[in-house]
């Protein structure tokens, strides 16, 4: 049975677990009052520690202290859930989200620490390409709808205005009564439908409380401007459920995550850098492979025999050095660390997404008696692939700590995890050119595959799916298909590279059948027609990860080259499209070239890299810098 809830029955208790963060994010009218005095007194040292840390911030006492008088603090009464945004650099620089989810309408109250104007937005791969945004400007006191084109640039008003202005102002926070402008606060409250119908330049918002659905990626800017432009560092990113489970939570949920691993796990352990030298070059991929020995020094393993399960990720980021890590992947390896072609992403971090858990009774093997050998066998050690950007060359940066903690356990479960791939998991077209201009490549799976492959099962439930391409990739669509009927189609309509190297697709889980099929289409856009299919970053790929149960060994790709399955071979073929293609997107606007606000791009770092591999550090891959980053942080079933 697909649980529910993403707390998993977790107690209100276990949510006041007490960290700072955990204090921050508060869960509004979801809380209830501590009944344990040690708790309680835990729970008043963090608040006056956190107004301490963040004291020059007009928003924290808002948070802290509820004392505020301020339409702000009152917000806190009127919504059920309140959540503390930090931008991406400073965690005492953000924004404050206020919600309620209400039939069929979003209900939402935002405030920032500028004068100017603040936005919100909803994206598909946590950057501002195709974000759906909504931004308050205080100097006309508007709301505008508007939406980011495949660009990075000011977002463009849409044709059609969903949101609905409420209440819009600039607070004075300040209890002193002068006239510094310091502790002023803009706040804006407004609604829209949760589905404004389909050809608008909206993102639809589902209902994520489910355990299987991906959380809403949000971003938000703010600035002291009269009109919204530039943002600088006031930018941030984040993970949110939105819809409350069954335990009425809601939020970024934390402290439910660390409640189960704390009730589930059996033990972890951690894989971290120590003292690692953050080259001056302005991008750098580094590799640390983890054998089955180094596992089992680590506690991971019991032996060279062992196969635990793991049940839960949690990210560990070195706070002096947060600043420039891009993203942190887990890969797995059949065998042990080697080439690029067998590995698999398990897991993966960028900012805002901190922790990733399977369901109750669900695992991922790991270790040496799961069954198998080659893709489809159980997975021994692991690599972690650092991607840090030091645009600025900065010398002397060490890293002590990034890294992930592994959650397992020991004891049987129910139900295994498996990972199939569609597309071109070998990039057995390695070499060829993706073709000049706007293309279309597809890969067609034959229903022969599920034939054969589902050998324990006559269906299986595929519980999250992630696409992955490199920097030319613009959109891709995985569809299943049932007696030449698409029964679900899993989009990115606006894929951007720079954010994760890949995106999780926000839908519910789906079964699939014996004799179903497969099409995956990637679209590119090659303006220089030199691009080749590859491993590195600078080639090209096209490929969907998919996550199901339970678990097939044999199930573990369906490509041109597969060796395991002649039925799981699927057929290639690409087409030129025209110059003015939108790539088949259903959007109203098609223009892709507005002007910029400034020659920066809106989000730091949203740039094109220049891609170096770091090849002075002992840590360094000696392979091509494959890029596969499957942001498993934010995973369909996972609660972020």
Known sequence: MI??????????????????????????????????????????????????????????????????????????????????????????????????????????????????????????????????????????????????????????????????????????????????????????????????????????????????????????????????????????????QLFPDEDNLAGDGQAIFDAEMTSRAEGSVQLTLDGYTIPTRETTYSDVCYTVNDLIALGLYKDASSSPYLIGFGFLVDPEVVEYLHHIVLYAHSNSCGSVWERKVVAAWTPGNDFVYFPEGMGLPVGQTKGGSGFGASFEAFTIEYHFDNPGGRAGQIDNGSGVELYYTNDALETEIGMTVMGDLAVSLGGELIGEGKTQHTYECPSGCTNDALASTDSVTVIFEAHHMHQTGKRLTNELIRDDTVINTATIDYWDFYQNGAAIVRQEPYVVQKGDAYRTTCYFHDEKGDVRYGAGSSDEMCMTFLYYYPRQVGWNNCSPANSFFASCRSEFSSVSLSSDSNFDRDVTDTTMTPAPVSAEPLIPGESSPTTSADESSAFSSTTSQMIVVVSMCLLSFAVL
């Not at 928003?59 to 917000?75: F, K």
């Not at 959540?83 to 404050?96: A, E, Q, Y």
């Not at 069929?104 to 909803?122: C, K, M, Q, S």
């Not at 950057?127 to 909504?134: E, K, T």
Request: proline share 4%.
């Open 3 to 240: 649980p529910s809830s993403k707390s998993f029955g977790a107690t209100t208790r276990a949510l006041l677990a007490i960290t700072l963060f955990t204090f921050l994010h508060s869960y509004g009218g979801a809380e209830s009052p501590m009944d344990d005095e040690a708790e309680s007194s835990s729970y008043e040292e963090a608040a006056a520690s956190t107004t301490i840390v963040c004291e020059d911030n007009p928003l924290y006492p808002v948070i802290s202290s509820r004392s505020s008088s301020t339409t702000t603090a009152a917000a806190e009464e009127r919504f059920d859930y309140n959540l503390w945004i930090p931008s991406l650099s400073d965690p005492c620089n953000g924004i404050v989200l206020y919600w309620n989810v209400n039939n069929e309408t979003l209900h939402i109250a935002v405030a920032a620490p500028v004068t100017g104007w603040v936005g919100i937005g909803f994206t598909e791969t946590g950057g501002m390409r195709g974000a759906d945004i909504v931004y308050y400007e205080a100097s006309s006191n508007e709301l505008v709808d508007a939406h980011v084109p495949d660009a990075y640039v000011r977002p463009i008003a849409d044709v059609l205005q969903d949101w609905t202005l409420i209440d819009g102002q600039v607070l004075d926070d300040d209890d002193d009564d002068d006239d510094d402008d310091d502790d002023d606060v803009i706040f804006f409250e407004a609604e829209r439908s949760l589905f404004t119908n389909k050809g608008h330049e909206d993102i639809e918002i589902i209902n994520d409380a489910s355990v299987f659905v991906h959380n809403h990626l949000m971003i938000a800017a703010w600035g002291d401007g009269s009109s919204i432009g530039f943002h600088g560092a006031n930018v941030a990113r984040k993970s949110v």
